[in-house]
């Protein structure tokens, strides 16, 4: 998520927990138009201290949508019109007319079709031990609006997240904030 007014954020976001007794992983996906790439993009950002490859932070980016050359032909960011958009060989109906811009189409694309364009467990386990147990999945959670301006340790919801990797024990997990992912709640979300 960015900060409003500091440009625009996700269409969809996911975080995974994994671990044990002694080691812990946290996935956390962001999915959003990237203009640069040129496709709706589901980045991996991976911590933990069993990484099987790569360093924490960013890993894999992922192109999600198959005919990104039929949708938006001219490369002007808006949607064709017509045409389904195709993601791991599924057609997908978007409810858009021509011309409306991209992030919108993948806004709508997100509210429908979320467990296909999020990663699929050979995805989310790139990176991670095969045999480390899932603790918690967050599809919604409360975000600080200045994340770029906050420490993890001083906002509830990544506090919780450190407890449940700490003890493996995902009761932990008990927010008095309410979730704020939602594009709907970041006006300029849509894009990466």
């Known amino acids: 998520m960015n900060r409003p007014g500091r440009g625009p954020g996700p269409v969809g976001a996911r975080i995974h927990l994994f671990g044990d007794t002694t080691r812990w992983a946290m996935v956390a996906e962001l999915l959003g138009y990237n ?15 069993c990484l099987t490859r790569g360093e924490p932070g960013l890993g894999d980016f992922l192109d999600r949508v198959d005919n990104m050359e039929e949708i938006d032909p001219d490369g ?3 949607y ?4 389904p958009v ?10 858009a007319a021509a011309g409306t ?10 509210e429908g079709s979320k467990e296909l364009l999020l990663a699929d467990e050979t995805e989310l386990r ?31 919801t990544f506090r919780l997240i ?12 008990r927010p008095t904030l309410p979730p ?5 709640h970041w006006p300029d979300a849509g894009t990466l």
Do not use: C, K
């Open 35 to 49: 203009p640069r790439g040129g496709n709706l993009i589901d980045v991996m950002h991976r911590f933990g201290n």
């Open 101 to 110: 811009p991209l992030e919108d189409v993948f806004r709508l694309l997100a």
């Open 76 to 78: 002007a960011e808006v």
């Open 126 to 156: 790139a990176d991670l031990p095969a045999d480390l147990p899932v603790l918690l999945r967050l599809d919604a959670w409360h975000q600080p609006e200045d994340l770029w301006d906050a420490v993890p340790s001083t906002h509830e």
């Open 80 to 83: 064709v019109g017509g045409v």
């Open 86 to 95: 195709v993601v791991r060989g599924t057609a997908l109906t978007v409810d």
């Open 180 to 184: 704020n992912t939602h594009w709907s």
């Open 162 to 173: 450190a407890e449940v990797l700490s003890s493996s024990d995902p009761a932990r997990y």
